[in-house]
T-cell receptor, first 114, second 115 residues
């Protein structure tokens, strides 16, 4: 069975602090993709990153970085020097090739306080 | 990049009304489209998967007679909430993909409020 767990329901940080959002996944498939999406109050899902199961390289994009560790089935997301515009709900998701099923975590609501 | 358009973005209507939501892939052919539902402060839950030209596959607990899905072309899928009631009020999001190995592209969602 597939499952994505985001244990942090809500996080508040002060502007310019770093923050890490945790994501742990479960799957028996060997080929899968992991995603992070941002959902601002307006509701649309903003794609942030896709990582396939064979690529464990960490990635950095501006203030965003992702740490993928298959050994712990985790795909954590760090925002460096957070800004108020980062306030949103962030979803981690698992996509397996079989049937193209997409499994979302429960989301982490991030509030950046000015 | 791939664009998925969802219309309308917001609907308010009376109980008993049927509401149709459209999901269009604007610059690619979507063999598969997905419909999700999201209640306030909750995650996205997959309702159904629709493949062009065939019947949709509904997730357990989703009433297919209540939520009619039509995927008549490679660029359009529609979700009709029949005889909507207040408990159907939710945020509905569609996504589309070219094939099983391609990422899904999400629409901007439809906020449905039933009075």
């Amino acid at each position: 069975a597939q499952k994505v767990t985001q244990a942090q329901t809500e996080i508040s940080v002060v502007e310019k602090e770093d923050v890490t959002l945790d994501c742990v996944y479960e799957t028996r498939d060997t080929t899968y993709y992991l995603f992070w999406y941002k959902q601002p109050p307006s509701g649309e899902l903003v794609f942030l990153i896709r990582r396939n199961s064979f690529d464990e390289q960490n990635e950095i994009s501006g203030r965003y970085s992702w740490n993928f560790q298959k050994s712990t089935s985790s795909f954590n997301f760090t925002i460096t020097a957070s800004q108020v515009v980062d306030s949103a709900v962030y979803f981690c998701a698992l996509n397996i090739n079989t049937g193209n099923q997409f499994y979302f975590g429960t989301g982490t609501s991030l509030t950046v306080i000015p | 990049g791939a664009v998925v358009s969802q219309h309308p973005s917001w609907v308010i209507c009376k109980s008993g009304t049927s509401v149709k939501i459209e999901c269009r892939s604007l610059d690619f052919q979507a063999t598969t489209m997905f419909w999700y539902r999201q209640f306030p402060k909750q995650s996205l839950m997959l309702m159904a998967t629709s493949n062009e030209g065939s019947k949709a596959t509904y997730e357990q607990g989703v009433e297919k007679d209540k939520f009619l899905i039509n995927h008549a072309s490679l660029t359009l899928s529609t979700l009709t909430v029949t005889s909507a009631h207040p408990e159907d009020s939710s945020f509905y999001i569609c996504s589309a993909t070219r094939d099983s190995f391609q990422p899904q592209h999400f629409g901007d969602g439809t906020r449905l409020s039933i009075l």
